[in-house]
């Protein structure tokens, strides 16, 4: 797994089912970045990710190109990008559609509050 305050881009299913099981047994809210490199408000959300990142150090979160990974995309019900979905557990809590960054920024807030309590 990466190191606390990166963004796992996760580039093969491998790769995504190994490091998605040690997330989820870390028992950490996950958030996945659901995004596409043709996607313009992919890209500009993508610093402001890596910026959350940075700060919620007891948070996991994750980057899948949604063209790499069509199988993780679609297990997740994803439809447009970028797409947020957080996930304690395993078990999807809530979801962001659209780079709207202070919805992201504020949903992640709301779950490490209720995560740590």
């Known amino acids: 797994m990466a190191a606390e305050g990166e963004v796992i881009a ?7 089912n190994e490091n998605f099981k040690a997330a989820n047994e ?9 995004t596409a490199s043709w996607c313009p408000p992919c890209r500009f959300i ?10 919620f150090l007891n948070v ?6 949604v063209d790499e990974l069509q199988d993780v995309a ?9 797409t947020f979905v957080y ?6 809590v809530e979801r962001v559609v659209g780079a709207d960054k ?4 504020q949903t992640l ?3 490490v509050a209720t995560a740590s309590a």
């Open 102 to 105: 202070v919805k992201i920024e």
């Open 74 to 82: 679609k297990e997740f019900q994803v439809e447009a990008m970028p």
């Open 10 to 16: 996760c580039h093969t299913l491998d790769a995504w």
């Open 60 to 65: 996991v979160f994750f980057k899948i190109d």
């Open 87 to 92: 996930l304690k557990e395993g078990k999807e």
């Open 46 to 55: 993508a610093p402001v990710f890596v910026e959350l990142a940075k700060r």
């Open 109 to 111: 807030s709301k779950h």
């Open 26 to 34: 870390s028992k950490k809210l996950v958030v996945i970045d659901f």
